[in-house]
């Protein structure tokens, strides 16, 4: 079975330019979940989506982020434009379930470089 | 608000050697607990979780953890450490409706 993949593995970029990662979750799994890790600290909750609708965005940091799920399969995640904070991991992580208990299967995650 | 603290960013054990990486968290409300465990160039995967059931949860590759809510700690110990332990480990709660993660514990093995 194959995991949860992301693409690309690595991005660098410019300031102001506008780049998308993607993340394909295990099939069947409903719940996917976007995450950041900035600078080696802590893994930030981004947003949850159950199918292709946004359950919950609160970890969005701002309006430079979109985050998309049509058809409730792939998602992707666009910045734009790109600032130097938003470099960092960026991980997706799917579910088949949204319990709280339930255990989450992480991608490898997209290394972004924004210079 | 909920939050995790991981002891040390870095730890270093010799081969053999006990491993125990710290966690602490925070929660208004009984949580649940895991540890994920990075290797490198690879995703997070889960360790262990604790879910409100026994107090001591073992999990894959002969690593435990002990919840103890007087303390609010769930540390995680190997009794002996093999260099394929070498990774980065998260410890995480999720009390509600999201997981939250600590800042990662990064474990190196020595020869």
């Known amino acids: 079975e194959a995991g949860v993949t992301q693409f690309p593995s690595h991005s660098v970029i410019e300031k102001g330019q506008t780049v998308t990662l993607r993340c394909d979750p295990i099939?069947?799994?409903?719940?996917l979940y976007w995450y950041r890790r900035v600078m080696g600290k802590e893994i930030k909750f981004l947003l949850h989506?159950?199918?292709?609708?946004?359950?919950?965005e609160s970890g969005m940091p701002n309006n430079r982020f979109l985050a998309e799920r049509t058809g409730g399969t792939y998602s992707t995640l666009k910045v734009q434009p790109a600032e130097l904070e938003d470099s960092g991991v960026y991980f997706c992580a799917s579910s088949q379930d949204n319990r709280v208990s339930e255990k989450l299967f992480f991608g490898s995650g997209t290394q972004l470089s924004v210079l | 608000a909920q939050s995790v603290t991981q002891l040390g960013s870095h730890v270093s054990v010799s081969e053999g050697a006990l491993v125990l990486l710290r966690c602490n968290y925070s929660s208004s409300v009984p949580p649940y607990l895991f540890w994920y465990v990075q290797y490198p160039n690879q995703g997070l995967q889960l360790l262990l979780k604790?879910?409100?059931?026994?107090?001591l949860v073992k999990g894959i590759n002969g690593f435990e953890a002990e919840f103890k809510k007087s303390e609010t700690s769930f540390h995680l110990t190997k009794p002996s450490a093999h260099m394929s332990d070498a990774a980065e480990y998260f410890c995480?709660?999720?009390?509600?409706?999201?997981?939250?993660f600590g800042p990662g514990t990064s474990l190196s093995v020595i020869p």
């Open positions: 989506f159950v199918k292709e609708s946004k359950q919950d």
């Open positions: 099939s069947g799994h409903d719940n």
């Open positions: 995480a709660v999720s009390p509600y409706d999201k997981v939250i």
């Open positions: 604790y879910t409100s059931a026994a107090t």
